[in-house]
């Protein structure tokens, strides 16, 4: 049975405050405070998430009722939107659903804004309106996210449609135009400037617009602005583009509001041992919120596995059966899918599709899913229960007489024994310390050779720690085998460093995740961890992150090497001749393809500097 992450089980005393807004991220959301016990506080939004929740966590300014607050709080939780305006749109729903006691004010539907298409036989207006009434007859659209959102649509179909926004009774005793017709703003029907038929024209386009059924007039606008741009028309072209970019603004009500239908929206994602599934509830086109889960599983399991597993509990299991939507979104193909689609059919009484593979808003709640996921598997990670339990874990593990407060692994990185990098990473009893995270350019070794690579960097790292430079750790893991950590203990030796416990971690015979073997250096002892062990899941996940930074600074050393073979550095050739011969070849690619005879038809290019280019670009 999944167990959901809820707020009271990861509580140990005061909220750990610092450790939650150092993976907090920036992206737009909404966060949830909880107290003691589980009960919602407050629900907020944000267009940055970690600039917003920190706010509540400074030391002065804070007013008496925040400060009450933040004193109650035992848990945060978020969830991360597409946008600011998902974001008011979910805290809106959330907090009419949950009526946490610090929000204060509790909108209802009648207080959001609308555009209002009137029920005129001939010359409708489009107007802003705020609050949905049955009076009148007429067409509503909304509602929208905010009057500021009403405002701006109206303007731009005023813009492009001009259609008027007049009352009936101005309409009525109008003989000759207003202000508005004279701005380029509407056509006059007052009047009878326009035709009735052309003005539903008009009408018909805006009205497409607000439902969404743009394509059409969008392929048209974009058409318009490449013939403006064609003929040299480039503020008729850009007024264009303003256009097409304003209206698609208007269709701001996104992944929130924007297509119809029920669906749970389900995301896994792994990492260090532990797995993290989130589910998104959609119904009615309308995210209604997200709840997240961390099942035990066996590190055999693929994906697939393990959200056949899930959805089968999720849906089947305990005592009350949950509402089953008529789709069921995830990220890859479920074992057994068919057949649990068609028990999730004949319980829902109607079709259930389980889909992978989806467009439109249904790929951005997917997106949003996904992303979710990490994010809670990254919090949840850095979170101080969990690397505690995981430190005592090691402890026990290892057998050591303290709990280790600093930790570096060691890994190496390179492509065919090129551009070797060696990546230190340091853990201490918060997670991942990243202001100590160093990289070494390993140079003056044989292409290939790891134990010489290891060797190098060991010694620049540790001669410097005994020479009084550097902090000592507690713990020193090599990622590899018996062959990389006896070159470990050669350097320790030779540097007289007796105190420093040194494991490695080997990938095991069937070299997948949770199979590692660990191997200490003192007594040469191979030993294999259980794989739902909370000190292998520290182990994995330091391994693992020396092994991401690894590749990543070999990486960036690699494609800096790769940018400056092309072109920069070669004498000669400066940055007007680079532009140059970009601007006559086309890119790179293609002058890689060039001859030398072909070089030197670039102004500035001489036979014997196209040699030289030439032979830098194909290495000779």
Same mark, same amino acid.
Request: net charge positive; charged share 30%; aromatic share 8%.
């Given at each position: &049975? ?41 629900? @907020?939004? #944000? ?27 035992? $848990? ?16 809106? /729903?959330?907090?009419? *659903?949950?009526?946490?006691?610090? /929000? ?32 009148? !007859?007429?067409?509503?659209? !909304? ?94 072209? #850009? ?5 097409? +970019? ?37 119904? !009615? ?22 959200? $056949? ?8 299991? %305990? +005592? ?6 008529? =789709? ?27 889909? @992978? ?49 600093? &930790? ?21 009893? /918060? @997670? ?21 690579? &290891? ?24 990622? @590899? ?33 949770? &199979? ?7 007594? %040469? =002892? ?29 990486? #960036? ?7 400056? *073979? ?5 004498? !000669? ?32 290019? *001489? ?14």
């Amino acid at each position: &049975m999944p167990t959901r992450s809820d707020p009271e089980s990861t509580h140990i005393g005061e909220f750990d405050s610092k450790s939650f807004l150092k993976q907090l991220t920036e992206r737009p959301g909404v966060y949830r405070m909880y107290e003691e016990g589980g009960s919602v506080l407050y629900v @907020g939004k #944000a267009r940055n998430l970690k600039k917003r929740v920190g706010s509540y966590f400074r030391k002065t300014g804070l007013a008496p009722k925040t400060e009450a607050l933040v004193g109650k709080i035992a $848990s945060i939780e978020v969830t991360i939107t597409g946008s600011e305006t998902e974001a008011l749109l979910l805290e809106q /729903n959330l907090i009419k *659903s949950l009526r946490p006691p610090y /929000n204060i004010l509790l909108r209802d539907d009648k207080s959001y804004p609308y555009i209002y298409l009137s029920s005129h036989s001939d010359y409708p207006s489009l107007t802003f309106r705020r609050g949905r009434t049955k009076k009148g !007859g007429g067409t509503w659209f !909304g509602p929208f996210p905010s009057s500021g959102a009403v405002k701006e649509s109206l303007n731009v179909l005023q813009k492009i449609f001009r259609i008027r926004n007049c009352s009936e009774s101005f309409f009525r005793n109008r003989t000759r135009p207003c202000l508005q017709y004279q701005i380029n703003r509407c056509t006059a029907p007052c009047v009878e400037y326009i035709t009735p038929e052309e003005y539903q024209q008009d009408i018909r386009h805006a009205t497409m617009f607000l439902e969404g059924k743009n394509p059409a007039i969008l392929h048209d606008l974009m058409n318009a602005m490449e013939a403006a741009s064609k003929n040299l028309e480039f503020e008729k072209a #850009a007024a264009y583009r303003d256009q097409i +970019n304003h209206l698609r603004h208007v269709q701001e009500q996104q992944s929130v509001d924007g297509e119809g239908g029920d669906a749970d929206v389900i995301a896994i994602a792994q990492d260090a041992g532990i797995v993290c599934i989130v589910v998104i509830i959609v119904r !009615g086109g309308r995210v209604l919120g997200t709840k997240d889960y961390f099942p035990r599983y066996s590190i055999e399991q693929t994906e697939g596995e393990l959200l $056949s597993a899930f959805l089968g509990q999720y849906y089947f299991g %305990g +005592n009350t059966r949950r509402e089953i939507p008529r =789709d069921i979104l995830v990220p890859v193909e479920v074992e057994g899918q068919e057949l649990l689609a068609q028990a999730l059919s004949e319980s829902a009484n109607r079709e259930t599709r389980i889909r @992978g593979n989806v467009r439109g808003e249904r790929r951005r709640w997917l997106e949003l899913a996904m992303t979710n996921a990490r994010q809670t598997l990254l919090t949840h990670l850095a979170s101080k229960e969990t690397v505690y339990r995981r430190l005592l874990a090691l402890r026990d593990l290892l057998e050591l007489s303290e709990t280790p407060s600093r &930790m570096e692994c060691f890994d190496i990185s390179h492509s065919h024994g090129e551009n070797t990098v060696a990546s230190c990473v340091v853990f201490d009893e /918060n @997670g991942p310390l990243k202001s100590d995270y160093r990289l070494y350019n390993i140079e003056g070794v044989t292409a290939g050779d790891d134990y010489a690579a &290891m060797r190098q960097v060991l010694s620049r790292r540790y001669k410097r720690m005994v020479a009084g430079e550097g902090k000592r750790p507690d713990l020193v893991f090599i990622d @590899g085998g018996k062959g990389q950590l006896n070159i470990a203990r050669e350097v320790f030796d030779e540097l007289e460093i007796s105190d420093i416990p040194l494991i490695g971690v080997a990938k095991g015979v069937t070299r997948r995740a949770g &199979m590692e073997q660990l191997i200490d250096a003192m007594t %040469g =002892d191979v030993f294999r961890v259980p794989a739902d062990s909370p000190a292998l899941h520290l182990i994995q996940h330091i391994r693992d992150e020396s092994h991401r930074f690894a590749i990543t600074g070999h990486r #960036a050393r690699r494609d800096k090497k790769r940018r400056q *073979s092309t072109l920069e550095g070669i004498e !000669g050739v400066g940055p007007k001749k680079r532009r140059d011969l970009i601007r006559y070849f086309g890119g790179i690619q293609e002058l890689r393809k060039a001859g030398v005879d072909e070089m030197t038809k670039v102004q500035g290019i *001489s036979k014997s500097l196209a040699e030289t280019i030439y032979a830098a670009l194909h290495d000779e």
